[in-house]
């Protein structure tokens, strides 16, 4: 960067008052461009200052799953991937989704079977791999249906499913396709009910990480650009790799091409 002759400061996380401290931080240097370092949850904790303020946002996966890098195709090593950032002059516009007017949500949230294994992931002391593939079997070993409401523009639908997903991204970090219809910027959300899932539909699942053709048979998909979900009781949800808690009620709102992405 010095040798670039390029003004720059380095924030370092704390976990204390982070997103208002790059607030603070943003407003006072007026950067041109913001580069994360980070896991999808680091990226997830300043999109609200970054939407705000117009900034161009790279992205350098540096989490346990990186699902947006997947995602995005983000594929090179961090020190080709800062130059990239550095030298573009370009950028595409994301869609983000505002939950509960609160929470800021740009690739994957959900409720249900996957939010468990993340909160059960986040409790362990261990991580990687392993530890993930512990706690997902042991979740998918006691799969339990919950039932839910879905009030979009368009339709209401009285759905149960052992996981309801809420996306605005396809794939989750182990680059299996959840969602196989929507973009990032293209104006829609979609939520993807999973009704039930037994060994053959892993299998699949799986497959399908290098053939998109395989088909999910307990996979339903609806697009919205707006909605109400409704449970019959509090349920945990987790956004971009992060749980936030226990919900009753989601109001979900698309925020069409709010984030400037470089590419």
């Not at 995005?72 to 550095?86: I, M, Q, R």
């Not at 409790?123 to 706690?135: C, I, L, P, Q, V």
């Not at 991204?169 to 196989?180: A, D, F, H, S, V």
């Amino acid at each position: 960067m010095k040798n670039a002759k390029i003004s720059f400061e380095i924030f370092q996380t704390t976990g204390e008052n982070d997103t208002q401290e790059l607030e603070h931080l943003i407003s006072e240097k007026s950067p041109e461009k913001v580069i994360i370092v980070g896991g999808d949850g680091t990226l997830n904790m300043f999109l609200k200052p970054l939407k705000d303020n117009e900034v161009k946002v790279g992205f350098i996966p540096m989490g346990s799953a990186n699902g947006m890098a997947e995602e995005l195709g983000l594929e090179d090593s961090p020190k080709v991937l800062f130059n990239a950032f550095l030298k573009s002059t370009r950028h595409k516009k994301l869609d983000l989704l505002a939950i509960n007017k609160t929470h800021l949500l740009l690739h994957l949230g959900d409720l249900g079977a996957n939010a468990n294994l993340v909160a059960n992931y986040e409790k362990d002391g261990s991580r990687g791999m392993f530890t993930y593939a512990k706690h997902f079997f042991s979740e998918f070993r006691n799969l339990k249906s919950f039932e839910f409401d879905i009030e979009t523009e368009q339709m209401e639908y009285q759905r149960k499913g052992v996981m309801l997903a809420i996306c605005n991204g396809r794939k989750y970090g182990t680059g299996i396709p959840l969602n196989t219809v929507g973009k990032m910027d293209d104006g829609f959300f979609e939520f993807v009910v999973v009704k039930a899932m037994d060994f053959s539909d892993l299998i699949k699942a799986a497959l399908s990480k290098f053939d998109e053709d395989q088909q999910i048979q307990s996979l339903e998909t609806i697009q919205a650009k707006s909605a109400k979900i409704k449970l019959k009781a509090p349920r945990l949800l987790q956004i971009d790799g992060e749980v936030i808690g226990k919900f009753e009620e989601l109001h979900i709102e698309l925020l069409p091409k709010a984030l400037n992405f470089i590419v």
